[in-house]
């Protein structure tokens, strides 16, 4: 039966010019665009090539120039330090039209990247907007990333300039950004011109003479600056994300296909009006914040939300319920991990006869797979719709999803409902052949990927094609593997890679793996993501050590732990390990990851047919039940 959603997905798939065409007249152009989508270099689709814009203009100035100049337009909201500060329309185009002018005071002009590594604090917003006017790159590191980690962005971007914070508060653990800053410069082989450092009240920074610059100061002495037109296919944005190895994968944003693509979801996907409040509950490091902190809510002229806190501990499981009554939230937008959280402190949902939630009208969730239970344990308290969709951030907005301004479709707990319009989602089995209904495959698009999607990888064209292209040729590959029913509804099961998905953080093992292996007293190791209640998963070690190594065991695995927190971060939240004296593998010699995991997480597995050592899978048990996993599980 046809419905709005269907006539918008058909007509996305068939006439793609006039479908996003349609959706760029909401937004201010400088030049217009030649081609909708530009198909003359593939496999490297382009949207709106020839058009001129700006995203900070589209974001920020129209919106002051059209009316909405004393609209709220971000909401700071920190428990951790006991402030909320709104920031109007008005504000925001103070604050970021100055912002650009220390940056352009730094030297930074179109083209060039900044990195910026800092906390929920709206200035990390100002900073993007600012990059945004001037049409130069931004790179947003994620606090809970080490030094090293910074150090590999930073060789990658070049940076001319890097915008930090002096601190980071968690819950209420004071974590002082800048001596992370330092070492990562340090390590790194390509050097920032200059350094603009928020300074902090709880943390003070140490500044650099000559170097750092401090962000009060120069504000207050900044000639605002204006906004630069940019191609709609110059980056917007690099933001790096796990791949399979240690070395991240930039993901490029352009600008003109990105606003169009983000503005349209936000009221075809979300169904959020211009004036309403909308909250992303996750942090400006990931996509979820690039995406529906910063750009989408504010081109949509929304207010948006900037949380320092958690879901539970600042101060209780009622944090984000107190939020939403007090800034009368519609929509909030965050990742199941955080649910779990709140309703294993508060089951009942007993802290939310304390507020007035009667502005509030749907949850959105993405970022890990929603479990059915914490589906359920949502909507029967909320009492609004819970929606799950899928989405990466290579692709900057959802694959799939309950299209809510378009037609809201029954919901089936485990499937983030059906591909959005624009994308042709496909399940191909081994032979590239389709899948029929309800058969598990790898979930692919076929080209070319809609507006606002990745256009390559950051100085990495190969890669790119490398990565998503070449397995499935004329197919992006989602590296997710599910399936789609016979009533169109998607399934996403499985990555068919190494990543792990880490309370809604992605990670990479193959990077733990190489941590792991750079320890002088590990001969082989592997890292598998074992089932956790909370987290959805947590990635778990496996290390042989070295000939002679006289060491206590628990002495090396203490030790790895270590390493991974100083070379990944606390992010990865590596916490066990446990030395065994082989690795399972096949005759070929691949490690039975697979294997390992389910036998982690105590379910039933088969023997491989191709294991070269049969007897070795009962040592792995036994060495994963004596550190709590496997038959060493507690009832969760
Ligand atoms: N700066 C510095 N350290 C950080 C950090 C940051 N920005 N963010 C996290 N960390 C640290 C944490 O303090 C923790 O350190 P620890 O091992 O010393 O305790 C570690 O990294 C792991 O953090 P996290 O995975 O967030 O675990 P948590 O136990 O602190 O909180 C949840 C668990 C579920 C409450 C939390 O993950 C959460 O709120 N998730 C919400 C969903 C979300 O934000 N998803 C992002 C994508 S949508
Ligand atoms: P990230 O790039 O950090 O956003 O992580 C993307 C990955 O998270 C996807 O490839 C999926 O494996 C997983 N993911 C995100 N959203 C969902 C969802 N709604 N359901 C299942 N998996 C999801």
Same mark, same amino acid.
Request: charged share 20%; glycine share 8%.
């Given at each position: 039966?046809?419905?709005?959603?269907?006539?918008?997905?058909?007509?996305?798939?068939?006439?793609?010019?006039?479908?996003?065409?349609?959706?760029?007249?909401?937004?201010?152009?400088?030049?217009?665009?030649?081609?909708?989508l530009?198909?003359?270099?593939?496999?490297?689709y382009?949207?709106?090539?020839?058009?001129?814009?700006?995203?900070?203009?589209?974001?920020?100035?129209?919106?002051?120039?059209?009316?909405?100049?004393?609209?709220?337009?971000?909401?700071?909201?920190?428990?951790?330090?006991?402030?909320?500060?709104?920031?109007?329309?008005?504000?925001?185009?103070?604050?970021?039209?100055r912002?650009?002018?220390?940056?352009?005071?730094?030297?930074?002009?179109?083209?060039?990247?900044?990195v910026i590594?800092?906390?929920?604090?709206?200035?990390?917003?100002?900073?993007?907007?600012?990059?945004?006017?001037?049409?130069?790159v931004?790179?947003?590191?994620?606090?809970?990333?080490?030094?090293?980690?910074?150090?590999t962005?930073?060789?990658?971007?070049?940076?001319?300039?890097?915008?930090s914070?002096?601190?980071?508060?968690?819950?209420?653990?004071?974590i002082?950004?800048?001596?992370?800053?330092?070492a990562?410069?340090?390590?790194?082989?390509h050097?920032?011109?200059?350094?603009?450092?928020?300074?902090?009240?709880?943390?003070?920074?140490?500044?650099?003479?000559?170097?750092?610059?401090?962000?009060?100061?120069a504000?207050?002495?900044?000639?605002?600056?204006?906004?630069?037109?940019?191609?709609?296919?110059?980056?917007?944005?690099?933001?790096y994300?796990s791949g399979?190895?240690?070395?991240?994968?930039?993901?490029?944003?352009?600008?003109?296909?990105?606003?169009?693509?983000?503005?349209?979801?936000?009221?075809?996907?979300?169904?959020?009006?211009?004036?309403?409040?909308?909250?992303a509950?996750?942090?400006?490091?990931?996509?979820?914040?690039?995406?529906?902190?910063?750009?989408?809510?504010?081109?949509?002229?929304?207010?948006?939300?900037?949380?320092?806190?958690?879901?539970?501990?600042?101060?209780?499981?009622?944090?984000?319920?107190?939020?939403?009554?007090?800034?009368?939230?519609?929509?909030?937008?965050?990742a199941?991990?955080? $649910?779990? /959280?709140?309703? =294993?402190e @508060? #089951?009942?949902?007993?802290?939310? &006869?304390?507020?007035? +939630? *009667?502005?509030?009208r749907?949850? $959105?969730? /993405?970022?890990? =797979?929603? @479990? #059915?239970?914490?589906?359920?344990? &949502?909507?029967?308290? +909320? *009492?609004?719709?819970?929606?799950?969709?899928?989405?990466?951030?290579?692709?900057?907005?959802?694959?799939?999803?309950?299209?809510?301004?378009?037609?809201?479709?029954?919901?089936?707990?485990?499937?983030p409902?059906?591909?959005?319009?624009?994308?042709?989602?496909?399940?191909?089995?081994?032979?590239?052949?389709?899948?029929?209904p309800?058969?598990?495959?790898?979930?692919?698009?076929?080209?070319?990927?809609?507006?606002?999607?990745?256009?390559?990888?950051?100085?990495?064209?190969?890669?790119f094609?490398?990565s998503?292209?070449?397995?499935?040729?004329?197919?992006?590959?989602?590296?997710?593997?599910?399936?789609?029913?016979?009533?169109?509804?998607?399934?996403?099961?499985?990555?068919?890679?190494?990543?792990?998905?880490?309370?809604?953080?992605?990670?990479?093992?193959?990077?733990?793996?190489?941590?792991?292996?750079?320890?002088?007293?590990?001969?082989?190791?592997?890292?598998?993501?074992?089932?956790?209640?909370?987290?959805?998963?947590?990635?778990?070690?496996?290390?042989?050590?070295k000939?002679?190594?006289?060491?206590?065991?628990?002495?090396?695995?203490?030790?790895?732990?270590?390493?991974?927190?100083?070379?990944?971060?606390?992010?990865?939240?590596?916490?066990?390990a446990?030395?065994?004296?082989?690795?399972?593998?096949?005759?070929?010699?691949?490690?039975?990851?697979?294997?390992?995991?389910?036998?982690?997480?105590?379910?039933?597995?088969?023997?491989?047919?191709?294991?070269?050592?049969?007897?070795?899978?009962?040592?792995?048990?036994?060495a994963?039940?004596?550190?709590?996993?496997?038959?060493?599980?507690?009832?969760?």
């Amino acid at each position: 039966m046809s419905n709005p959603y269907q006539t918008a997905y058909e007509r996305s798939l068939s006439d793609p010019d006039g479908f996003w065409g349609e959706a760029a007249r909401d937004l201010h152009w400088y030049e217009p665009w030649t081609k909708v989508l530009d198909d003359s270099n593939k496999p490297f689709y382009r949207w709106f090539t020839g058009g001129m814009v700006n995203t900070c203009h589209n974001a920020v100035d129209r919106h002051v120039a059209e009316g909405r100049g004393d609209q709220a337009a971000v909401i700071y909201d920190s428990p951790v330090t006991g402030t909320v500060k709104t920031y109007t329309y008005r504000d925001l185009l103070d604050q970021v039209s100055r912002f650009a002018g220390v940056l352009a005071s730094c030297g930074v002009t179109k083209g060039d990247r900044v990195v910026i590594y800092m906390p929920m604090v709206p200035e990390a917003v100002f900073a993007m907007l600012a990059c945004a006017r001037l049409g130069a790159v931004h790179s947003v590191v994620f606090g809970g990333f080490a030094s090293s980690e910074l150090a590999t962005r930073i060789n990658d971007a070049k940076p001319k300039v890097m915008v930090s914070a002096s601190c980071g508060i968690e819950t209420s653990r004071v974590i002082p950004y800048k001596p992370l800053l330092d070492a990562a410069i340090d390590m790194a082989t390509h050097k920032p011109d200059r350094v603009v450092m928020l300074q902090r009240p709880q943390a003070e920074a140490t500044m650099i003479a000559g170097r750092d610059v401090d962000w009060a100061g120069a504000m207050a002495a900044a000639t605002p600056a204006d906004c630069v037109p940019v191609l709609a296919t110059d980056p917007l944005y690099i933001l790096y994300t796990s791949g399979t190895t240690g070395q991240p994968k930039g993901v490029v944003r352009d600008n003109g296909g990105h606003m169009v693509a983000l503005k349209w979801s936000m009221r075809a996907v979300y169904d959020v009006k211009p004036g309403e409040v909308y909250w992303a509950a996750s942090d400006v490091g990931w996509v979820v914040g690039h995406s529906y902190i910063v750009y989408a809510p504010l081109l949509n002229g929304n207010t948006t939300l900037v949380y320092e806190g958690k879901p539970v501990g600042t101060p209780d499981a009622g944090a984000f319920w107190r939020v939403i009554a007090q800034h009368k939230v519609t929509t909030l937008f965050t990742a199941p991990t955080a $649910f779990r /959280a709140i309703k =294993r402190e @508060d #089951p009942r949902g007993e802290l939310l &006869a304390k507020y007035d +939630l *009667k502005h509030f009208r749907a949850l $959105f969730l /993405a970022g890990e =797979r929603s @479990d #059915p239970d914490t589906i359920n344990w &949502a909507r029967d308290n +909320l *009492k609004v719709p819970v929606i799950d969709h899928w989405w990466q951030t290579e692709t900057g907005w959802s694959i799939a999803a309950n299209c809510m301004g378009l037609h809201e479709f029954p919901i089936k707990p485990g499937s983030p409902t059906k591909a959005a319009p624009g994308w042709d989602l496909q399940v191909l089995d081994e032979s590239h052949e389709p899948c029929p209904p309800g058969k598990v495959g790898s979930l692919v698009v076929k080209l070319p990927l809609p507006p606002g999607t990745l256009p390559t990888l950051w100085n990495a064209d190969q890669r790119f094609i490398d990565s998503y292209l070449a397995e499935f040729p004329g197919y992006y590959k989602t590296a997710d593997a599910g399936y789609i029913d016979e009533d169109g509804y998607v399934y996403v099961m499985a990555r068919t890679d190494d990543i792990i998905n880490v309370a809604g953080h992605r990670l990479s093992t193959g990077a733990m793996e190489e941590v792991l292996a750079s320890h002088p007293d590990v001969a082989e190791c592997a890292v598998i993501g074992a089932h956790d209640a909370l987290k959805g998963q947590l990635p778990l070690g496996f290390l042989v050590l070295k000939a002679g190594v006289t060491k206590p065991d628990a002495q090396v695995v203490k030790e790895v732990v270590q390493l991974v927190r100083e070379r990944i971060g606390p992010v990865a939240a590596f916490k066990s390990a446990t030395v065994v004296n082989r690795l399972p593998k096949t005759r070929s010699g691949k490690i039975l990851r697979g294997t390992m995991q389910k036998i982690a997480d105590n379910e039933d597995y088969k023997m491989p047919a191709t294991i070269d050592d049969p007897g070795i899978l009962p040592e792995i048990e036994e060495a994963l039940t004596s550190i709590g996993y496997a038959k060493g599980r507690k009832g969760e």
